[in-house]
């Protein structure tokens, strides 16, 4: 039992490192996803006006441009398997199916988180924010919510991969799915930034917490089918 656990995470390890590495080969899909986002949020911050509550806006315009950036990754991390036919040679693979959607979600993760961590600095610098101790609860708000994106994200792609316009199809088919998500993460975000109690940010959190939960059940129960089926 304990080798074929370690069997497994070994298996989504490889996942993970095999697109790790064609990205540092490539560089072409996180490059893309920061300029895109560091563009746009200059571009928002030129173009507020002076006197307008920053703190109002922010939280939406950050998530949405991290969800146009991510839906990038997204739909760069199927095309590239699609492309070379290394999602037939991965599903031939002796392996369970779901190590296959669990190590594109923690590939797909971690170019999103370093992708906040890159936006942050600049959004503090842009909007002359303090973040502080609230530093903390608004890192378990995005990685809450970027877990959740991403799962369902990943899950999505893989069903739009063989489509003639995935790049479209893809947010057409995200959007309705991920908008609670996007609400409660934005409205959390906003009550961190105005410096509201950490009792007023539970609701969202624990919405957060059950959404991904059933969320990522509901894929990881999906994905064999659908991969059988691609």
Same mark, same amino acid.
């Given at each position: 039992?304990?080798?074929?656990?370690?069997?497994?995470?070994?298996?989504? !390890? %490889?996942?993970?490192?095999?697109?790790?590495? $064609?990205?540092?080969?490539t560089?072409?899909?996180?490059? !893309?996803? /920061?300029?895109? $986002?560091?563009?746009?949020?200059?571009?928002?911050n030129?173009?507020?006006?002076?006197?307008? /509550?920053?703190?109002?806006?922010?939280?939406?315009? %950050?998530?949405?441009?991290?969800i146009?950036?991510g839906?990038?990754?997204?739909?760069?991390?199927? /095309?590239?398997e699609?492309?070379?036919? *290394? %999602?037939?040679?991965?599903?031939? *693979?002796? &392996?369970?199916? *779901?190590?296959?959607?669990?190590?594109?979600?923690?590939?797909?993760?971690?170019?999103?988180?370093?992708?906040?961590?890159?936006?942050?600095? &600049?959004?503090? $610098?842009?909007?002359?924010?303090?973040? #502080?101790?609230?530093?903390?609860?608004?890192?378990?708000?995005?990685? %809450? #919510?970027?877990? #959740?994106? &991403?799962?369902?994200?990943?899950?999505?792609?893989?069903?739009?991969?063989?489509?003639?316009?995935?790049?479209?199809?893809?947010?057409?088919?995200?959007?309705?799915?991920?908008?609670?998500?996007?609400?409660?993460?934005?409205?959390?975000?906003?009550?961190?930034?105005? !410096?509201?109690?950490?009792?007023?940010?539970?609701?969202e959190? !624990?919405?957060?917490?059950?959404?991904?939960? &059933?969320?990522?059940?509901?894929?990881?129960?999906?994905?064999?089918?659908?991969?059988?089926?691609?």
């Amino acid at each position: 039992m304990g080798k074929k656990i370690l069997e497994f995470f070994r298996t989504i !390890q %490889l996942i993970v490192r095999k697109d790790l590495l $064609a990205e540092t080969r490539t560089r072409e899909s996180f490059p !893309q996803m /920061a300029a895109f $986002a560091v563009l746009l949020l200059v571009i928002i911050n030129i173009t507020l006006q002076i006197g307008t /509550a920053v703190q109002e806006i922010l939280p939406g315009i %950050l998530w949405i441009i991290l969800i146009f950036a991510g839906i990038l990754g997204l739909n760069h991390s199927l /095309a590239l398997e699609h492309e070379n036919d *290394c %999602l037939h040679g991965l599903r031939a *693979c002796p &392996v369970p199916r *779901c190590t296959l959607y669990l190590g594109k979600i923690v590939g797909n993760f971690l170019y999103m988180a370093l992708l906040e961590l890159i936006l942050w600095p &600049v959004v503090m $610098a842009l909007f002359n924010l303090s973040l #502080g101790w609230s530093f903390l609860p608004l890192a378990m708000i995005f990685l %809450l #919510g970027t877990l #959740g994106f &991403v799962g369902i994200g990943t899950l999505f792609a893989f069903i739009s991969t063989n489509t003639r316009m995935r790049e479209v199809m893809l947010p057409l088919l995200l959007f309705p799915i991920i908008l609670p998500i996007l609400l409660a993460a934005v409205k959390s975000t906003g009550k961190i930034l105005a !410096q509201k109690p950490w009792i007023e940010i539970r609701f969202e959190l !624990q919405f957060l917490i059950v959404f991904d939960l &059933v969320f990522l059940g509901l894929a990881l129960l999906l994905f064999e089918y659908i991969i059988e089926n691609e």
